[in-house]
């Protein structure tokens, strides 16, 4: 089995790659300046600290013992910084757990004095603690500092928020940048698929290889558009100056062929030639398609009476008197003379040597689902999907009848250029069934479908069920026989 993997736009690769790029690019800078600022912080925070150690001494030294007592008191309420006596008892933690307090430190017994300890906790209270000496007395400073962690912490995280942010914006505005010219190309691209050949796409664009491929594309669209111009022109002298001759030799076989058989016989081949050259104008036709709503009932009825010999194809219609859907009516009447055409030819029954042919509908949705069944040999299911090439027929059985094989690819290529699709396969019960699949209008009272996207009453064949990827749905019968045409 076929392994499937994981796809990605142009637009969301690019933009992925992009932010990782910048992200990337950010956090080396904030870390790069984050790393450089370190070591003169720690400098200016020693300074501070030291600063308030020497005000501390110079406030206790020319004090006695007892005003000592009093001055350490009043300096041991929580403020700026706290100085208490240093016991032996007490218990410190080292200051030095990272490369910022050990610059610290070392910054602070550099100016202090090699004897200075510098704690990170003393007695379980938290802080920037310094111990200095004064004489043969020990005392403790509590500076109100916080540790550059808990300093940077808050900012780090705010620039770090700034950054991703803008990289996210940046990446978009980038990646949509990049992505617009290629956009404008598939646009372009699927409008020449369905047709317009007029698209055209900007030559003047700054980017020269964007600029490039504008040029190359228009030269392509005017190519194509010279080429579809001529191969009109090409098939309209075709059919005219083919028609002339076969119009004088069925006046010459009317007058001049004496044997009734061999003139109706001469008189056939013409029509059949007749015929083909419409088949193939019908196929080369352009792709302009005049939309509109079409009651389909009234237009189904229009290209059955078409058909008027019972001993070869008899139709039957349960479309409902108002069904509408948005199509091209002329394109529209093609599709529906190409299947009864295709019945009459290939469909006829095994026993009755009568192309039997029902044609119902039913509404999903926002579609209109009109199929033509008949009950004739149906075809191999390897051939369904061939059925539309031109030119092909499905085996030998059904190449018995004349034509040009381009029926059921007419109807195909008409059906897309009126935005709907056309789906066959064979009928359960025998036969085959062509499913045409078009937009329908929507009644004024927005009338909906039943639950599921069925709606009830519609006359399908019992138990005929169709579905793909886009839709499925099941008809019951209504009751009754559907009515002849």
């Known amino acids: 089995m076929a ?13 992925f790659l992009l932010a990782v790029l910048l992200a990337g690019g950010v956090y080396a800078w904030v870390t790069t300046l984050h790393t450089l600022e370190l070591e003169p912080r720690a400098v200016q925070q020693a300074q501070q600290t030291a600063g308030l150690v020497s005000l501390a001494r110079a406030a206790l030294i020319p004090t006695d013992g007892i005003n000592r007592v009093a001055l350490l008191k009043s300096m041991s309420t929580p403020s700026t910084m706290r100085v208490t006596p ?26 202090l004095g090699p004897d200075t300890i510098v704690a990170r906790s003393v007695n379980n209270n938290s802080g920037l603690w310094v111990g200095f000496s004064i004489e043969q007395d020990r005392f403790w400073l509590q500076a109100n500092l916080a540790h550059p962690a808990e300093m940077a912490g808050s900012t780090w995280f705010a620039w770090i928020g700034i950054a991703f942010l803008a990289t996210l914006v940046g990446s978009v505005a980038i990646a949509s940048l990049i992505n617009r010219p290629l956009k404008q190309l598939s646009f372009a691209a699927s409008r020449i698929r369905e047709g317009d ?35 009109a022109v090409m098939l309209a002298g075709i059919s005219h100056d083919l028609r002339t001759p076969l119009a004088r030799l069925r006046l ?24 083909i050259i419409d088949k193939f104008m019908d196929y080369a036709r352009p792709g302009d398609a005049k939309m509109g709503p079409v009651n389909v009932s009234r237009l189904v009825e229009a290209e059955a009476a078409r058909f008027r010999d019972p001993t070869q194809i008899r139709i039957h219609s349960r479309l409902t008197p108002d069904l509408q859907a948005v199509a091209d009516e002329t394109e ?30 039913v509404k ?122």
């Open 3 to 15: 392994s499937t993997s994981l796809g990605f736009s142009l637009f969301w690769r690019t933009f």
């Open 332 to 361: 529209l009447g093609r599709v529906f003379l190409n299947l009864f055409e295709n019945a009459r030819r290939y469909g006829r029954g095994t026993y009755t040597g009568v192309a039997d042919v029902d044609v119902w509908h």
């Open 197 to 231: 050949l007029d698209s055209r796409l900007d030559e003047n664009t700054m980017t020269s290889e964007i600029r490039e491929v504008n040029r190359g594309f228009n030269r392509m669209a005017r190519e194509l558009a010279r080429v579809e111009e001529d191969r």
């Open 86 to 111: 240093r016991e032996p008892k007490d218990k410190w933690l080292s200051f030095e757990t990272d490369r910022f307090s050990r610059h610290l430190a070392s910054e602070l017994r550099r100016v």
């Open 364 to 485: 999903a949705g926002p579609w209109l689902i009109v199929s033509v069944r008949d009950h004739g040999p149906g075809v191999a299911p390897e051939k369904l999907a061939q059925l539309t090439t031109p030119f092909f027929r499905g085996d030998a059985a059904r190449t018995a009848a004349t034509g040009a094989g381009l029926g059921l690819a007419i109807v195909e290529k008409a059906v897309a250029r009126m935005g709907g699709s056309l789906e066959l396969a064979n009928a359960p019960e025998g036969g085959l069934i062509a499913h045409i699949r078009l937009k329908r209008v929507q009644s004024a009272r927005g009338n909906t479908p039943g639950k599921g996207g069925r709606d009830k009453g519609n006359g399908g064949p019992p138990s005929t069920i169709m579905s793909d990827s886009n839709f499925a749905w099941a008809d019951t019968r209504a009751g009754g026989p559907p009515s002849k045409v």
């Open 252 to 275: 010459e076989a009317e007058m001049s062929v004496a044997d009734e058989d061999a003139r109706r016989n001469m008189a056939s081949d013409i029509d059949q030639l007749d015929a």
